[in-house]
Each structure stands twice: as structure tokens, then as C-alpha cells.
């Protein structure tokens, strides 16, 4: 078994407790040159490959960060303009309905004109007596009126358009 693994076999052990000093692992090294040498090279040896690892580590670390970088100013982007576009059909459909609740006011005011002068058409079609002064005033007032709603309905159609 060669010195590293038997250094990991005496952690797992608890020979060797956390913040151990290097003095106390240099203590149990074998007590031979041969052997000495031979775990400095293997130690030296797991430096290197560390190193090694290393290397590929930081350019992985850096590529990752622009990467997700990347991703996250897209990400915002796409947000900003999912943004603007919900707010532009937000005022596109409160311009809908402000046309059709004007369409939907000029018809009233169409038809209620329109309701009001076929009863004045009838007035004027079928003999009757003469009309009490009371019965002109509410004839012109509700045709009056209707003139009145039709040219609203009207004069906001026009400005929405």
C-alpha cells in the first residue's frame, strides 16, 4: 500500500485528528531513506496531478461564469421585452374597449333616436286632437334629447378614431 492511502486509512482511523501538525505526520513516516523518499514521491506526485486538475479547474470555472452571464443578461432582456409588449397590448385592448363602448353608445343613441322619432312620425301620421302644450314640451324635449345623445355618441366615435 503506498503512503497516501495509508495516510487516508489512518485518518478514517482517527490516528490522525483535524488540524494535526505536519510534525506529528512527519513522526510517522517509515524510518527508512528508501521509504521516505518513495512517500515524498508519491506525495509529490499527488501535488503535481492536484496541480494538474487545477489547471482545467479555473478556465471551467471562467467559461461556466460568462456562460451563465450570458444566460442571465438574456434572460433579462427577454423579460424587458415581455414587459413592453404586455404593457403595449394593455393599451391596445384598452383602446378596444374604449371603441366599442363607443360603438356600443352611438347604436343607443341611434336607436333611441330613432325610437323617438318614429313615435313622432306616428304623432304626425295619425289624426288625433290637437297636442296640449304639455304634450309639445315632452315631444321636444325628447327629441332634444335624442339629438343631444346622438351628436355624443357621435363626437366621441370620431375622437377615438
Known sequence: MNAPAQRREAQLAGESPAGASVLDGLQRWPSSNELRE????DLV????????ALKHVAPAIHETDERLTAT?????????RLAEIVGHSEAAFKGELAVRASRLARREAVDALQAELTKLQ????FPRPAPTPWRTILLTAALSSGLSILGFGLLSAALHH
Open 45 to 52: 506526485s499527488d501535488v503535481w496531478n492536484l496541480m494538474e
Open 122 to 125: 306616428q304623432l304626425i301620421t
Open 72 to 80: 442571465l443578461v438574456a434572460a433579462r432582456d427577454t423579460t424587458d
Open 38 to 41: 518513495a512517500a515524498i514521491a
